[in-house]
């Protein structure tokens, strides 16, 4: 397969997110991008895109429970085939940031050791570990109590821990690498364009931002 030199590759940034507040950060990343020049789509995980249409993609996704929410995983394995032949970063936001201790970044680097064992196929050129949003009035009761509790007891107050300098950091490091891989695609035998796979969303992984 040839090599074809591009100089600002075509990137997807997939999302999932619950209260919206990972959306957001997904919609900056490609705001960032676009003015750094890419042509940047962006879009839920599981709506349907063309694998033709992209040269690199960004997947984000919050932790839910010491995991990387379903819709993500469940993307990752699903278009695996693809996802080898371009470069591809994943994020997550995640609570265990709100206060970066050393044991917090500890077990934050936990979740992005687990993301990157996620496929024997894909080794991600980057994963963006970023601390999110803590707003119990989004919350419905049974989820506020099981976060209110442990939050509490650590001393975690309600709160926007989100750091956009770090998200906008980490968008121009990828961005310089999706440039320097030019839009080469690894050679996977008998790889054609294939529609990426939908993946079941859970009714309450994909909502749009709440405030938006
Ligand atoms: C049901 C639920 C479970 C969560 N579990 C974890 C967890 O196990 N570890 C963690 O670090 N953060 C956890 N969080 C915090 C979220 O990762 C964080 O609030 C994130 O910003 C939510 O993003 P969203 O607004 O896109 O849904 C949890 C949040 C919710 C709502």
Same mark, same amino acid.
């Given at each position: 397969m040839s090599k074809r030199t591009l100089t600002a590759p075509r990137v997807h940034v997939a999302c999932a997110t619950t209260f919206g507040t990972t959306g957001e950060i997904a919609a900056d990343i490609a705001n960032v991008l676009r003015q750094r020049g890419n042509t940047v789509t962006t879009g839920p995980i599981g709506d349907g895109i063309d #694998?033709?249409?992209?040269?690199a993609l960004i997947i984000g996704a919050p932790i839910h429970y010491d995991t990387w929410t379903s819709p993500a995983r469940n993307f990752v394995k699903d278009n695996e085939a693809f996802l080898r032949t371009i470069p591809v970063a994943y994020f997550f936001t995640c609570?265990?940031?709100?206060?970066?201790t050393g044991k917090a970044l500890a077990a934050a680097q936990k979740y992005a050791n687990t993301l990157e064992r996620l496929s024997d196929h894909i080794a991600p050129v980057s994963i963006g570990q970023f601390a999110g949003v803590l707003d119990? #009035? /989004?919350?419905?009761f049974a989820t506020r109590i099981a976060l209110k509790i442990p939050f509490t007891l650590m001393g975690v107050a309600e709160g926007?821990? /989100?750091n956009w300098d770090a998200i906008r950091s980490w968008t121009l490091s990828l961005h310089r690498h999706f440039r320097r891989a030019g839009g080469e695609r690894v050679p996977s035998a008998g790889f054609e364009t294939v529609r990426l796979r939908r993946t079941p969303q859970p009714a309450d992984s994909r909502s749009a931002p709440r405030n938006s």
């Open positions: #694998s033709a249409d992209i040269d609570g265990t940031l709100f206060e970066p119990y #009035s /989004r919350m419905n926007d821990y /989100r």
